[in-house]
């Protein structure tokens, strides 16, 4: 029997992800974080795990070559892939925002915000029907406001420290992040019962931990 593959981004998720299909029962002994492995496999539950760039998992489920993806929802707005999102995991919580100066008039009449997310941006504000340009830099967009390049910027928060370091300041909340398990199309149709009990075993557990958190 072929393995269902999962493909993981590597960082922050990845504990959490592997943590979870521990509760279910499923391990893979080998791994550990300093490991340079890339693949995993249970070989009794005949689950297999991939790690890869975060931002390349969307890629892997898309074109079949993993069956199921654990990926941040930013990452997924922001791939626009043809894939299933099938579970909120809950885990890997943070919030996109706009985020400036305390001054930052947000209302002008021609508003550029620098962001690694131009999707997300582009989205958010033609649902304001506002017009922007938008900048797209992969570096520390904290900088991009405070050397005049922008006048905002859109990204992930988390504990808003970076921010507060750089003397900027939430100025509009977006919406909640969190992990999402994603599923290739047509893996879901050719291989339903396994992947059907796969998801439904996963939601379970995560509406267990949930509970126990509440």
């Not at 898309?62 to 069956?67: F, L, N, S, V």
């Amino acid at each position: 029997m072929k393995p269902i593959t999962f493909a993981i981004g590597k960082g922050r998720l990845v504990n959490h992800t592997i943590g979870l299909l521990k509760e279910m029962g499923i391990e893979f002994p080998e791994y550990h974080e300093n490991s340079r492995k890339l693949i995993f496999e249970d070989q009794l539950s005949k689950i297999r795990i991939v790690l890869v760039k975060a931002s390349d998992v969307a890629v892997y489920v898309e074109r079949g070559a993993a069956d199921i993806g654990v990926i941040g929802k930013d990452t997924l707005i922001e791939s626009g892939a043809n894939v299933y999102e099938v579970v909120d995991l809950g885990f890997g919580r943070c919030r996109f925002a706009v985020a400036g100066l305390p001054d930052t008039d947000l209302n002008k009449k021609r508003l550029v915000v620098a962001s690694k997310y131009p999707k997300v941006t582009s989205q958010y504000f033609s649902k304001k029907d506002q017009i922007v340009e938008t900048i797209q830099l992969n570096g520390s967009v904290e900088l991009a406001p405070l050397v005049g390049l922008s006048d905002c910027i859109v990204d992930i928060v988390e504990t808003g420290r970076t921010l507060k370091d750089n003397g900027l300041v939430v100025l509009e909340d977006i919406c909640e992040i969190t992990a999402r398990l994603i599923v290739n199309k047509a893996s879901f149709k050719t291989n339903n019962q396994r992947i059907n009990d796969l998801i439904q075993q996963i939601e379970a557990m995560v509406n267990k931990v949930g509970d126990l958190v509440k």
